[in-house]
């Protein structure tokens, strides 16, 4: 997580089982003037206590919006970074600081910055999953909503380096016919699905829709009804009168799409293992009791340095503009 990514120290502490969790949390966030930001792949509980639930970009935008004192993020570390980087003055913590991510694992910036100088007149890209430090050698972010957009934006002879998803990269290279240098960066979760387990589950479910992130490779993109962003595959189902969705992303995002639509069927896509399910492992490390301890300590507290957020934040803002200026 780089030398500018510290902790006072996390207090793991038993929690009483007697304590009703959501209460206590509840009492806390008032006490404090807290938030708690949930991702949509969290737990169906965290969720359910958090104040704004959604993917990373929106939860940062409202955290930057909020008047809270202290703002929990339930999320991965890249999210709390982004949080801090858009908030500096707010106090940002995360449950567990272990809750990392393969995605922006698999791009480390000093590696990055050595395979950056091989394209000296490329402009760089960076998907906003990924680290502070990657964001310092970005010269646009962008989510997996708006990148063919900002890619789009762009003139047509602009050569362009990005990272750190492979995939998602070759989506947006296919969908615009750009110039487009890919980091062989991928998810480790929309990298198991398994093309011949889909194939058969749509076979047993003729009517229902495969929802896809397009972090998924391109072969289950390819039979896919619907590409799109946690927030947009929720919505899509939301408005669709289809009834019935094979959903192939991570699995905790069906619980905001149950609530929305209860009469509707949502079945995870298969991975190619054994398990039945296609968690991320990163984001389960926060639990309810994580979440508890973190808001009565206060701790782990992700800091930044002031040179760090100052040189991630302006990629960050060139999106917004650029989003800005394109009507998204």
């Known amino acids: 997580m780089g030398d500018d990514l510290k902790t006072k120290g996390f207090l793991d502490i038993p929690v009483d089982l007697s304590l009703d969790l959501f209460s206590e949390i509840n009492k806390l966030k008032k006490e404090k003037n807290a938030i708690i930001l949930a991702h949509y792949y969290q737990d169906a509980d965290i969720q359910d206590v958090a104040d704004y639930i959604g993917d990373s970009l ?113 989506y947006i290279k296919k ?65 669709s009168d289809c009834n019935e969705f094979i959903v192939a992303t991570e699995a905790g995002i069906i619980h905001q799409m149950q609530k929305s639509s209860p009469n509707k069927s949502f079945i995870p896509a298969p991975p190619n293992n054994s398990c039945a399910c296609n968690d991320c492992p990163h984001m389960k490390l926060n639990t309810l009791e994580k979440l508890y301890n973190c808001l009565k300590y206060e701790q782990p507290e992700v800091l930044l340095s002031a040179d760090l957020i100052e040189k991630a934040k302006r990629p960050i803002i060139k999106m917004l503009d650029l989003s800005k200026q394109l009507g998204l």
């Not at 929990?72 to 990392?100: Q, R």
Request: net charge neutral.
């Open 58 to 170: 929106g939860l940062s935008q409202e955290a930057a919006r909020t008047k809270a004192d202290i703002i929990v993020f339930a999320g991965v570390h890249f999210m709390a970074e982004t949080a801090k980087i858009l908030s500096p003055n707010k106090k940002v913590l995360l449950p567990d600081l272990k809750a990392g991510c393969s995605l922006a694992d698999s791009c480390p910036a000093d590696a990055f910055f050595e395979f950056k100088k091989m394209y000296p007149d490329h402009l760089v890209i960076s998907y906003i999953n990924c680290t502070a430090e990657l964001k310092t050698l970005t010269d646009i972010v962008c989510t997996s909503t708006n990148a063919v957009q900002i890619v789009e934006s762009l003139p047509k002879k602009q050569k362009i380096i990005f990272a750190p998803d492979k995939n998602l990269g070759a």
């Open 175 to 239: 969908k615009t016919g750009r110039d487009i240098v890919l980091w062989d960066g991928a998810c480790m979760v929309h990298e198991i699905f398994s093309l011949e387990k889909i194939s058969n589950l749509k076979h047993k479910h003729p009517n229902a829709k495969l929802l896809a992130h397009p972090e998924c490779e391109a072969n289950i993109l390819e039979i896919a009804d619907y590409i799109g962003s946690t927030t947009g595959i929720l919505n899509y189902s939301i408005k």
